[in-house]
């Protein structure tokens, strides 16, 4: 996406909300305060580690953070809402404090659908309704074949039995440049996990996009992605599933990935959680396996521990973390 495009859709969206704020009759937020500390032992780094994921991962890292959600309404439904998630986490591997931001979107509710602008969740796989921000475990956008987030515009539309979303965004995921690159992804759904107990959704992604890593460009030459995936989600008494294959091309090279998650719910409330998940990737001709197994317990309402453990198979890198997680209303 060119800066002066992205610009001018800033503007749009911010002179939207200046008229929408003429109707504004009421507003509601919701604030949240963040703390994690995170502490484990890397086989291959032969030395304790403040992290779950690679050093130039943002997930998870010790940090402090907040997470603020606006909502503006009219006299009968919400109009508007505006979101800022972040966290301050400090990088043990360059001994510094680094800003990490997730949610920073207006999202505008119109007769047609919603539509956002800022950085949020785009339009591709389990990554489209997932939330992950917490767990030590994270899905295939941790992996290279997939993004968290990344900064743009994104339509969803709810359908009598499921979901339609399309997204342009940058490409860049957490990091926003601007050298020709530009993501669009779309995804279609049937079956609301939280009504349905079960969504299948098949999704497409092409661009041109910059590879990165956390907040890391990993190179400054652009890349041609071609993606199309199927993920599908099904809960059923205390077991849950979540599956997902992506197929197509990174630069020239073929590319393809696989996840699969089982986790099981006990005690009331769901207060201990077991998860079991397995991840395989292909690249060209380099391939790799990953397996992950994680135990959360809820102490309460605000405060969760975990304990991971995982392996993946081209470094032989055995990895445990222990997590203490407060997530609270301020």
């Keep these: 996406m060119r800066k ?99 949610n920073a979107y207006l999202k505008v509710k119109t007769s047609i659908g919603d539509i ?17 921000h917490g767990e030590l475990i994270q899905p295939l956008q941790m992996y290279g074949f997939g993004y968290d987030r990344d900064w743009g515009i994104v339509f969803s539309k709810d359908t009598d039995n499921g979901n339609v979303q399309f997204a342009l965004t940058s490409g860049t995921a957490m990091a926003l440049r601007f050298k020709n690159n530009w993501l669009a992804t779309s995804r279609i759904s049937k079956g609301v996990l939280s009504y349905d107990n079960y969504t299948l959704g098949l999704s497409v992604m092409a661009g041109n996009i910059l590879e990165t890593m956390g907040y890391t460009i990993m190179s400054e030459e652009t890349s041609e992605i071609g993606l199309a995936a199927t993920d599908f989600a099904y809960n059923h008494n205390n077991f849950e599933h979540k599956a997902q294959v992506n197929v197509g091309k990174i630069t020239d090279d073929m590319a393809c990935a696989g ?17 079991w998940q397995y991840v395989y990737t292909r690249r060209a001709d380099f391939d790799n396996h990953y397996i992950d197994a994680a135990i959360n317990y809820k102490i309460n309402s605000d405060i969760t521990t975990r304990l991971a453990y995982s392996w993946q198979r081209e470094m032989n890198d055995n990895k445990i973390a222990a997590q203490f997680y407060y997530y609270f209303l301020i």
């Design 259 to 275: 996840l699969y998650r089982l986790s099981l719910n006990f005690l009331e409330e769901n207060k201990l959680k077991l998860e």
């Design 4 to 102: 002066q495009a992205f610009i001018k859709i800033f503007v749009l969206i911010l002179s939207s909300f200046l008229i929408f704020s003429s109707y504004i009759y009421a507003e509601s937020s919701l604030f949240f305060g963040e703390v994690q500390s995170i502490a484990g032992y890397s086989s291959m780094d032969n030395k304790m580690i403040y992290r779950s994921g690679h050093e130039k991962d943002t997930m998870q890292k010790n940090s402090i953070g907040f997470d603020l959600i606006k909502k503006f309404s009219s006299k009968t439904r919400d109009i508007l809402t505006a979101a800022l998630q972040l966290r301050v986490a400090y990088d043990d591997s360059e001994e510094k404090a680094q800003l990490q931001i997730y």
């Design 116 to 132: 956002s602008l800022g950085h949020n969740r785009v339009a591709f796989g389990l990554e489209s309704y997932w939330d992950t």
